[in-house]
């Protein structure tokens, strides 16, 4: 595989529906796709970086710069015998896991379709169907948040996320597990925490959750493994797990039980199958998160979440959810009984809407060998 040329497009697409955080609100997002040639069929991946350096260091801005100034360059007229080959091209540029995973991902979309078999097959999936859960963002009333999770249940959903922070945790919590006695529940705290919260996180066991994520700083494990300790509820690690070392590490001190892979935060599908990996080794279960991607993203994760250790249902969810109209074709759906089948068709599976791109298009580069 021989790569020919690469185009970089920003896109302005906005959300059906404000998703708040910790971190704050998001309603528009800019959404970098890229497209990688052979001189025949295309590749396309995505960059999740945000629109501030809040969630991780990167942001839409400095992907680009990487991309355009480094990684691109470096990748032009190189031959690959597999896209795994391509994190080695990119290794010297430190960090920057988005800006790469845009333009790896494309090239895994590129080489199964070379190969005329769907991504998640190349990538070693054994999944014919994946379970969905949903990641609800802040709401403005504990009723709204209510309403939504009986919405969101409606149509299929098998498990709910909800976002907490300080100020809104425990009789959050606490009023959701009320009105949903069984329903499958976790609580993202998105870092907004730090250890001398242990108590409250220690209160939150009386409710059952399925999981806690990142409650402390996205550079910590040592305080992840001293609230674990003193709690019930699985703590699951999202910020704090950048590679497989990270997530072996985190395990062997006992930071958390349960892992959140993220395609964007690890560098991609060759870095998100060695976590993975390292967590099937160990006997801990991973998910696929999500940040609130286009279809195209969202495709990709559907693949990664066919590997055999995604056991718990990812934030992988139906294009409607986020978008009015998505950049692929057909938009991806969740089954009534909560699960997405991925496509049996060759690379992502999915048709790029290339008329919506071009018309949401604010910046574009093309790049050739």
């Known amino acids: ?141 504990i009723e709204a948040l209510l309403a939504r999770i009986r919405a969101e249940l409606e149509d299929g959903y098998r498990r709910v996320k909800i976002k907490i922070k300080p100020g809104l945790d425990v009789d959050v919590v606490g009023a959701v597990r009320e009105a949903f006695p069984e329903l499958p529940l976790m609580a993202d705290a998105n870092a907004a925490y730090t250890l001398a919260d242990a108590g409250l996180f220690a209160s939150l066991d009386a409710f059952g959750l399925t999981m806690v994520e990142q409650p402390f700083h996205y550079d910590d494990m040592v305080d992840h493994a001293a609230l674990q300790s003193r709690i019930s509820t699985p703590v699951c690690l999202d910020e704090s797990i950048r590679s497989a070392e990270d997530a072996r590490k985190a395990i062997e001190i006992g930071a958390c039980r349960v892992v959140n892979v993220k395609l964007g935060r690890v560098g991609g599908h060759t870095a998100a199958r060695a976590v993975h990996d390292a967590c099937a080794e160990r006997q801990v279960p991973v998910w696929c998160g999500g940040m609130l991607e286009s279809g195209i993203g969202r495709a990709h994760n559907v693949a990664l979440s066919t590997l055999e250790n995604f056991t718990l249902p990812g934030d992988v969810a139906a294009s409607r959810r986020y978008w009015a109209r998505d950049i692929v074709e057909p938009e991806i759906e969740v089954t009534p009984d909560g699960e997405i089948q991925p496509s049996p068709d060759p690379g992502i599976g999915y048709a790029v809407r290339q008329d919506r791109i071009d018309g949401w298009t604010v910046r574009r580069r093309t790049f050739t060998a």
């Open 1 to 141: 595989m021989r790569v020919e040329e690469v185009e970089l497009r920003q896109l302005r697409m906005t959300l059906e529906h404000p998703f708040e955080t910790s971190f704050g609100a998001t309603r528009e997002r800019r959404v970098t796709i890229v497209r990688v040639r052979d001189g025949r069929d295309a590749g396309y991946g995505e960059v999740t970086a945000a629109e501030g350096p809040f969630f991780s260091h990167e942001t839409y801005e400095t992907a680009w710069h990487v991309l355009s100034d480094f990684i691109v360059p470096w990748t032009l007229g190189r031959e690959f015998a597999s896209p795994a080959e391509f994190p080695e091209t990119v290794r010297r540029v430190r960090g920057h896991p988005m800006a790469k995973a845009g333009l790896e991902n494309a090239l895994w979309d590129l080489a199964a379709k070379q190969r005329q078999v769907p991504l998640w097959k190349l990538l070693g999936g054994v999944r014919p169907r994946i379970a969905c859960g949903v990641s609800i963002g802040i709401q403005p009333s």
